[in-house]
């Protein structure tokens, strides 16, 4: 698969995937990506969209500025 916007090569990679809500900062380290050699756009498979999906909603129940969290240990 080449990356849509710039045909570049992907690789897959752990990334920092950072939700930037009315009230809080979400960041969810070590997210498992496809991403852009040349232009650092990042892919996320269907299953991995989906956990930060469900990781994102219970989150934002919490009443912090900023919260930090594991994907591996949040996806188990």
């Given at each position: 698969m080449d990356c849509f916007l710039c045909k570049g090569n992907l690789q897959e990679r752990k990334v920092n995937y950072v939700v930037d809500l009315e009230n809080t900062i979400i960041i969810i380290k070590g997210v498992p990506a496809k991403v852009c050699t040349q232009c650092?756009?990042?892919?996320f498979d269907d299953?991995?969209?989906?956990n930060i999906e469900k990781i994102v909603n219970q989150?934002?129940?919490l009443a912090t500025e900023v919260t930090i969290?594991?994907?591996k240990e949040n996806v188990a």
């Open positions: 650092g756009e990042q892919y299953e991995t969209a989906e989150l934002k129940q969290v594991s994907y």
